[in-house]
């Protein structure tokens, strides 16, 4: 028996049925033998992982997928063992799961930090192409920069709360150590989406579009028919607006 588990092989005639009927109930006779050792192998490669961007229950999926790839490719008459054969085939398995799972990880994060740049630049000015050339003029003083920096920091942090992730908290604090923090964090949510509800129609499909779609002003900028530099322009409009909006509400403490 394959040094990776215990498991008795199953009968000769179960195989030799599975191969000549491929009858699924009987390949589902075959799963449950090995499940055993297909969840041991996926727990050791578990294990030895670096990282924890990929959860257990995904690397179990993955050794899952290999052992019914196994079952079926499987040749008893030339294969002495199947524990063998289907080791190889269900590390590889995972392996090649954790590959693409890696890859898409960082494409996602890649995507999502074009998007934040997209933001910032939106906010401070930054990206020439978002400005009229009448307002691209002489360097501002120090202290009108530190203004600007700390208005782009309310934005950008009122944007972390409208994404439909719902994971922006403060540096440091864990996510939902506070149960009071995280009622009024809902609260903030609420009235901050319906305040895109309230925007003008273009902004509010720019707002829909780049916060819970993910999409990036170039998409957005295609499918509204304008420039990328005019989404910026729209963007930055439409977090003022909601901004204004937010401080009249608390300056009245005005329920929406």
């Known amino acids: 028996m394959?040094?990776?588990?215990?498991?008795?092989?199953?009968?000769?005639?179960?195989?030799?049925?599975?191969?000549?009927t491929r009858d699924p109930h009987t390949r589902h006779q075959l799963v449950r033998s090995y499940l055993g050792m297909t969840h041991r192998i996926a727990a050791k490669l578990f294990g030895r992982r670096v990282g924890n961007t990929v959860a257990f229950d995904d690397y179990l999926q993955y050794a899952r997928v290999g052992l019914l790839e196994a079952i079926d490719r499987y040749d008893a008459t030339r294969e002495a063992s199947f524990a063998t054969f289907a080791a190889y085939r269900i590390r590889g398995s995972v392996l090649n799961g954790l590959e693409q799972a890696t890859e898409s990880a960082a494409q996602a994060a890649q995507r999502r930090r074009a998007r934040l740049q997209e933001r910032a630049q939106s906010l401070d000015g930054s990206d020439p192409a978002s400005r009229p050339q009448s307002e691209r003029g002489p360097a501002s003083s120090a202290a009108d920069r530190f203004a600007g920096m700390v208005d782009v920091a309310v934005l950008l942090a009122m944007g972390y709360v409208l994404e439909d992730t719902g994971q922006w908290s403060p540096e440091g604090a864990p996510a939902n150590s506070d149960p009071y923090r995280s009622v009024a964090l809902e609260?903030?949510?609420?009235?901050?989406?319906?305040?895109?509800?309230?925007?003008?129609?273009?902004?509010?499909?720019?707002?829909?579009?780049?916060?819970?779609q993910h999409m990036e002003f170039q998409a957005i900028g295609e499918l509204l028919e304008v420039s990328k530099g005019r989404i910026s322009q729209l963007h930055a409009r439409a977090l003022q607006l909601i901004r204004d909006g937010y401080e009249a509400l608390e300056e009245f403490d005005l329920e929406l």
Do not use: S
């Open 2 to 20: 394959d040094q990776e588990g215990t498991e008795l092989e199953p009968e000769v005639d179960l195989w030799d049925r599975y191969r000549r």
């Open 187 to 212: 609260r903030v949510r609420e009235r901050l989406n319906r305040l895109v509800d309230a925007l003008p129609e273009r902004e509010r499909c720019i707002i829909r579009y780049h916060y819970f």
